[in-house]
Structures are given as structure tokens and as C-alpha cells.
């Protein structure tokens, strides 16, 4: 973590043999006045910024900033663009550091872990699309009226009962759908994001199938309005509806947040993991060099003393994919070299396969020596052949 550092300029005229001198030797700098050289000397006096809620502000930055890099191929305009010299990068980390915190160790940053959070992703002047329920129960306030969603369902079709039957919307609006699910690499077992998509422009006459452009996981009907697919496993997830339009050449958006359903999340925002990430950066006390003060050496023997842990538990995390697919039990915190039984246990019409570190053994014994995730595969058993599913799921243990 970084310090505040506040530079000064100690100035005095030189006379003699170096009198003629021009440019910088060390933090010395030479300049030639009135047939003068003046010497700069720069001193660098670094003053803590880090109290407790500091602290806890600078822990939110690395998830705020790794889900921004993630969203930001497909989110052109989210905050409206560089406005007053604020660009959207900007209003989108400054906008989340007040929402849920997720903490994540430096390890974790250099691994590229993201985790799904429920943080604002478009701010806009446009009114916010109303959502209730989560996963597969998600409706939104969009009225559909009559129209059933099939295969055959036309883009004019879907525009003309959104248009018909919602004040605000119009031709040429456009309705996205992001839907972001948490995953587990199986071979770095690195938490990530995989991001889905889709857009539609609403426009009165075209005969191209809705669900040639759109994602039916966000593009249903319940209760008769706009919703989540509701026969879909999500397992771990988050997900969003926008509406954008164009007024006078000038897009304009909704305000929107991640509607989230994460097993994974709770384990990144609690105080451990605040503490956890916290050790990682060397703890929350630093060297102050300040020149002017008695006391710099007592201050800088003060921070570099040995400290003892508050936690030395290590996280076992188990997870299993695809969630409705099975359960896992073993996972916690353990105390390093524990060993610890883990078991993945498929769900009927399920079997299982192997876990992600290629170990075949439903049931096994592992030490547990440091951090780690294992995901539990399994595949559907139909007609005696089997198929495993893609990456995905739920933490269960």
C-alpha cells in the first residue's frame, strides 16, 4: 500500500566554484537566477493515510477495479463517458466503495481472482428496470402483455409488446442483458468470471427470431412480464437487465446493479478475510520517515517488530459443478497440516466424476497446508451414457 508523500523544497544561492552549475545531481537541482545558481534540495516526508475505515477502502479497490476490467469490453457508455474529466473507470470504482465490500489478498489479485458482487455497473438518467426475486425466480417490471417467447417469436414481436405496453420505451431503444457467472479454473482452482451478453434493438417491423439474437436465460416470460429462464440452474451468478436509448444523438442508460446469487461472496467479505487481506500487504502499520521528529527511530523500530498472527486457520473450499449436480462436505478452516475427509456426494440422475484436481475418489483424505478450492464434477447419467457439464456451480462445504 502506498503512502502519502508531500515533497518541500529546501533553496539556497551558491557562490564559488560550483556557482555556474545548471540541472540536478542526486535530489539536488541547480538552476541559474539573476546570474545566481540557486540549489533545490527535495526532501520527501511520507505521512500515514491509513486509519481502520482507510484501510477498509483500499481493501474494496482490487475487486471493484478486477470486475471492471472484466465488464468493460461490453459496457461502452456505462457511466455516461468522460464527463468533468471523470471517465467511467473512475465513476464505477468510486460509485462501488460504498456497496458490499469483498476483500481480496495481494496473492489473490496476482492469481486475477474476481468474484461476483452485487455492485452498480451503469448509472444513467434513465428509469432503473424494476426486478424482484433472484436466479431463475428473477421477473422484471417490463410488461409483455400477451406474447408467449418461442422459438418463432420475431424481434417486431417482442419490440411491439414492450413498446404497446410500457411507458418510456420506444423504437430504437435497446434492452441488454448481462449475465455473469463465477467460476472455478479447475487446473489453477483461481476464482473467475465468465461473462454472457446479449442485446436487442426494438424496432417495428423485422421477421429475425428473438432468441437468434437473444439469450433465452434473459429473455423468458413469468407472471407476463420480461425474466430469468425459470427452469435454469444459474448456480453462482450475477445478472442484470439495461435499457438504453438515443435522444438527440446523445445515449442515454439505466442505473443498474448486479442482482447476485453467490455461495462464494460470503467467504471474501467477512473480517477474516478483511484481516487476511490486510497481512498480506505487511499489515496495517508502516514505516513513518519524517525528519523533523525525535521519535522517527522509535517509530520505525515500533513498526518493523514481529507481530503474531490473529488467524493462521487455512480456507478449504469446496465447490460442485454444476450445483444442482451434487454436494460436497469437508470445506472450512483448518489449522495448517490438518488432515480433513472430503466428500462429494451426486444428486439423483447424477454420478460423479472427478475433482478438479484430476483425484477420481469421491470420498479421500487431503492435508490441508495452505488456501485452496476444489471443485467436485459431475455429469448426467441418461440412458447409461453420461455428460459433464460445463464450469460453473456452488459452494456446498
Known amino acids: 500500500m502506498k503512502s502519502n508523500i508531500k515533497t518541500t523544497n529546501i533553496m539556497a544561492i551558491l557562490n564559488g566554484i560550483i556557482s555556474k552549475l545548471c540541472g540536478s545531481a542526486g535530489n539536488l537541482t541547480f538552476k541559474r537566477n539573476g546570474g545566481q545558481t540557486v540549489v533545490s534540495e527535495k526532501i520527501t516526508q511520507k505521512k500515514d493515510a491509513k486509519t481502520g475505515q482507510q484501510l477498509k477502502q483500499r481493501m474494496k479497490w482490487a475487486n471493484i477495479i478486477r470486475e471492471y476490467q472484466v465488464l468493460q469490453p461490453y459496457m461502452k457508455l456505462a457511466f455516461g463517458g468522460t464527463r468533468n474529466r471523470r471517465s467511467d473507470y473512475h465513476k464505477f470504482v468510486s460509485s462501488n466503495l460504498s456497496h458490499s465490500p469483498v476483500y481480496l489478498t495481494k496473492p489473490d489479485v496476482n492469481a486475477g481472482i474476481c468474484i461476483v458482487a452485487p455492485y452498480e455497473i451503469t448509472h444513467g438518467k434513465v428509469k432503473s428496470i424494476s426486478v424482484t426475486g433472484k436466479g431463475n425466480q428473477a421477473v422484471t417490471d417490463i410488461d409483455l402483455g400477451d406474447l408467449v417467447i418461442t ?29 455473469l457467472t463465477q467460476e472455478v479454473n479447475d487446473v489453477t482452482h483461481v476464482p473467475m468470471v465468465n461473462v454472457d451478453a446479449s442485446s436487442v434493438v426494438l424496432v417495428r ?19 407476463g412480464c420480461l425474466a430469468a429462464q425459470q427452469n435454469h440452474d444459474f448456480g453462482n451468478h450475477g445478472m442484470v437487465w439495461i435499457h438504453s436509448q438515443k435522444r438527440k444523438n446523445k445515449t442515454e442508460i439505466s442505473a443498474q446493479y448486479l442482482i447476485v446469487e453467490n455461495k462464494l461472496l460470503e467467504a471474501y467479505q467477512n473480517d477474516e478475510a478483511y484481516e487476511e487481506a490486510v497481512n498480506s500487504y505487511g499489515g496495517s502499520t508502516d514505516i513513518f520517515l519524517s ?3 525525535k521519535s522517527n527511530k522509535e517509530k520505525a523500530d515500533e513498526a518493523v517488530s514481529p ?6 486457520k487455512k480456507t478449504l473450499t469446496l465447490v460442485a459443478n454444476p450445483m444442482g449436480g451434487g454436494s460436497v462436505t469437508g470445506g472450512g478452516k483448518y489449522e495448517a497440516g490438518t488432515e480433513v475427509t472430503i466428500t462429494a456426494t451426486p444428486s439423483e440422475n447424477y454420478t460423479f466424476k472427478r475433482w478438479s484436481d484430476n483425484d ?38
Do not use: C, H, M
Not at 205 to 223: C, H, M, P
Open 205 to 223: 417491423r423485422s421477421e429475425t427470431k428473438l432468441l437468434s439474437l437473444a439469450d433465452v436465460r434473459g429473455f423468458s416470460i413469468q407472471e
Open 291 to 293: 525528519p523533523d521528529e
Open 360 to 397: 477420481t475418489s469421491a470420498s479421500r483424505t487431503i492435508t490441508v497446508n495452505s488456501s485452496q478450492t476444489l471443485t467436485a464434477y459431475f455429469e448426467t447419467v441418461t440412458g447409461g451414457d453420461s455428460s459433464e457439464q460445463n464450469p460453473g456451480g456452488g459452494l456446498e462445504g
Open 307 to 312: 507481530t503474531t498472527p490473529t488467524d493462521t
Open 151 to 179: 422459438a418463432e417469436t420475431t424481434v417486431a414481436e417482442f419490440s411491439n409488446a414492450v413498446v404497446q405496453n410500457n411507458r418510456g420505451y420506444d423504437y430504437g431503444d435497446q434492452i441488454t442483458y448481462f449475465l
